[in-house]
């Protein structure tokens, strides 16, 4: 506290660290006022929520591409087994829905073979094979065909 003296010349009073009178040297004072405090802190709350609300859907976007991958995995992998099968003729037998397929839990795999020709009078004879994989509830699905021609 400042000690001053008063205008009427009495007796010297004790004065409030600052006054109206100060108030310019208040303003002039570094720092940050409270309403800049408060934008500042509603900006950065803001650009955080968008932040987080970019990394849910990242994440999302990340778990479905993973999901398509295997799925393309397990297409071709079927769909290499079913090409490579002997004898030719053994292809018809390996037609078939994985409901679980081994390794791959809320995936199915559906696998048909298509005879075309292959009669005593026909001049074709090949296989159409189709794999297609869906994920748990059918939100997605792959599919890949691949025609074998009798060797």
């Avoid at 400042?2 to 303003?27: F, H, K, Q, Y």
């Avoid at 295997?70 to 079927?78: K, V, W």
């Avoid at 290499?80 to 390794?103: C, F, I, K, L």
């Avoid at 090949?126 to 794999?131: A, E, M």
Wanted: with cysteine.
């Amino acid at each position: 506290m400042r000690i001053t003296s008063c205008p009427d010349g009495g007796a010297p009073r004790a004065r409030a660290p600052w006054t109206v009178d100060d108030a310019p040297a208040l303003r002039n004072r570094p720092g940050f006022t409270l309403v800049e405090v408060v934008v500042a802190t509603l900006i950065l709350t803001s650009a955080l929520l968008a932040m987080a609300g970019f990394t849910v859907r990242y994440q999302q976007s990340d778990s479905t591409a993973r999901r398509f991958g295997r799925a393309q995995e397990l297409a071709s992998a079927r769909l290499e087994t079913v090409r490579n099968a002997m004898p030719y003729a053994s292809m018809d037998t390996m037609a078939r829905t994985e409901s679980n397929v081994p390794g791959y839990p809320g995936f199915t795999r559906v696998t048909q073979v298509v005879r075309t020709g292959g009669g005593v009078a026909d001049t074709v004879d090949f296989r159409t094979v189709t794999v297609r994989v869906s994920t748990a509830g059918g939100l997605q699905s792959v599919a890949k065909s691949s025609t074998v021609a009798a060797f």
